[in-house]
């Protein structure tokens, strides 16, 4: 059971027999070789782009091993020595000890080259450094296609992100973030740069208001009703009619700032996983979910009254999804609070992921997006029904406010 309100879930989920995509065998290995535990992931690629050098690319077009800190670096290395039997490396090359030479200016993760040619490789990283990498695609890197933008100032910033992020992992005091225009770079370079008034705005007229009027249910051929309890077969035909979306987060401004509020220097240590067949719904803690291509669920403990939280875009950081939502114990309408043996209440969220997607109008973006969204929660369903978790009296909704 965890209290913590950044506590996350990580769970394996065997894909045999579902919609899900199967497993890279280079993943299975590392999951293996790495569980899911500890506040550990295991990550698929982040993918390269045509402005990265040849020598850059290997760390972004394969996957990765985050860890909380610095110190699990250590620990995970003796645990793949351990298994190298299991797992034969080949060369490992240690960038925290010389950070960013040869590939990436300021990187200090963990590069794996495993003796299976056609595995390629697989690195080791921090939280802090796995966000380097997020800011280096997204900032670093467009501008090598940006000739009014000097070189030598672009890769001195990247050092100093780097030094930054590493403070943190080292719990560093008075630790401030470098700011790109306060080098003459580029704002759009920023570390963690904050979405604009204007997004802001944009979201809070557009689509907040749509949201809240679009309630009512309009999926499987259901309309004019706000709350679904479904049959068995109605639950079946659910579960089977998932649709095979990835959806990416294609919105880099507010996955920047989503990571921002998860680098306050503490949070990393409140992550506390937690399987998902200890989950108490009866507690009265409601937990926000999301689910990768692979059919693995990542589930956040939602913050209580007075609590700062994260963004649910956090569960998968710079990676597609298939599924995103809110679940816990069904209560009635007005009632705040949960009630024992309550059935059990899945739920959308309102989440980037699936607001990405572009249509003719705003209005008509958002409803698409959330009657897609509606209907992904069948993958949910999927995964707690091959885990033999009690769905038969489940309550479907779209977004409670």
């Not at 698929?44 to 402005?51: C, I, Q, Y």
């Not at 672009?154 to 470098?178: C, T």
């Not at 989950?279 to 209580?304: C, E, K, N, Q, T």
Request: net charge negative.
């Amino acid at each position: 059971m965890c209290g913590s309100a950044l506590g996350l879930t990580f769970l394996l989920v065997t894909t045999t027999a579902s919609a899900f995509e199967p497993m890279p065998p280079i993943m299975q290995k590392l999951l293996e070789v790495f569980p899911e535990e500890n506040g550990r992931f295991v990550d698929e690629p982040f993918g390269s782009t045509s402005e990265m050098p040849a020598e850059a690319r290997p760390l972004f077009e394969t996957f990765r091993v985050v860890v909380p800190g610095p110190d699990d670096i250590e620990k995970n290395l003796a645990r793949l020595f351990a298994a190298s039997s299991h797992f034969p490396i080949k060369k490992i090359t240690r960038y925290d000890k010389d950070p960013g030479a040869p590939g990436l200016v300021g990187f200090r993760g963990i590069w794996c080259q495993t003796e299976d040619e056609s595995q390629v490789g697989f690195s080791i990283v921090t939280i802090n450094q796995n966000r380097f990498l997020i800011w280096a695609k997204i900032g670093y890197y467009p501008a090598f296609a940006n000739d009014s933008i000097n070189p030598k100032v672009r890769d001195q910033y990247a050092r100093d992100v780097s030094q930054y992020l590493a403070g943190i992992d080292l719990k560093v005091p008075d630790n401030e973030a470098p700011l790109a225009s306060g080098r003459g770079l580029q704002e759009w370079m920023g570390l963690y740069r904050s979405p604009t008034t204007d997004q802001w705005a944009g979201y809070t007229t557009s689509v907040k208001p749509v949201l809240e009027r679009d309630q009512e249910i309009n999926a499987w051929g259901i309309s004019g009703i706000v709350a679904l309890k479904p049959t068995q077969a109605t639950l079946t035909r659910i579960i089977e009619t998932a649709p095979d979306t990835v959806v990416c987060d294609h919105d880099p401004e507010f996955l920047q700032s989503d990571l921002n509020r998860l680098v306050s220097g503490e949070h990393e240590s409140r992550i506390v996983p937690i399987s998902l067949s200890g989950l108490d719904l009866s507690s009265g803690l409601d937990h926000s979910f999301a689910i990768d291509r692979y059919g693995r669920v990542r589930l956040l403990g939602m913050p209580g009254e007075g609590e700062v939280g994260v963004q649910i875009e956090c569960l998968f950081p710079g990676v597609c999804i298939t599924a995103v939502g809110l679940v816990s114990a069904a209560r009635d309408p007005g009632e705040s609070a949960m009630k024992p043996h309550t059935p059990l209440f899945v739920a959308t969220y309102p989440s980037r992921y699936f607001f990405s997607m572009a249509y003719d109008s705003p209005t008509k973006t958002i409803q698409a997006a959330n009657d897609l969204q509606l209907r992904c929660l069948g993958h949910l369903l999927r995964v707690l029904r091959t885990l033999t978790y009690p769905i038969d009296d489940v309550l479907i909704s779209k977004p409670m406010w």
